[in-house]
């Protein structure tokens, strides 16, 4: 199993960047996919990034490529989202997830607000 806790929102301005963090206990942290959500208000959750377990092969969202970046440090048992050039789109809670094959483990989400 794995406990996920998010940190790293807040409010930005546009154009601003915000580095979340997920930091996550539990055994086999490495084995995991992991993948960053977001759900803006009155809207579903959506697919922002994933980077796979030993491979490190990463996904992004068409909406955030090229502005977001995936990362994970297996020692530290931790995934990140760079978030960069941000915009009033960007605004949502943003929920990391892990699993193998389907996401079973989910945070609690931290909100992310970017004003025009």
């Known amino acids: 199993q794995l406990q996920l806790v998010e940190s790293g929102g807040g409010l930005v301005q546009a154009g601003g960047s915000l580095r979340l963090s997920c930091a996550a206990s539990?055994?086999?942290?490495?084995?995991?996919?992991m993948g960053w959500f977001r759900q803006a208000p009155g809207k579903e959750r959506e697919f922002v990034a994933s980077?796979?377990?030993?491979?490190?092969?990463?996904f992004y969202a068409d909406s955030v490529k090229g502005r977001f970046t995936i990362s994970r440090d297996n020692a530290k048992n931790t995934v990140y989202l760079q978030m960069n050039s941000l915009i009033p789109e960007d605004t949502a809670l943003y929920y990391c997830?892990?699993?193998?094959?389907?996401?079973?483990?989910w945070g609690q989400g931290t909100q992310v607000t970017v004003s025009s």
């Open positions: 539990g055994r086999s942290f490495s084995s995991y996919t």
């Open positions: 997830a892990g699993g193998v094959g389907v996401y079973n483990y």
């Open positions: 980077i796979h377990s030993y491979a490190y092969s990463t």
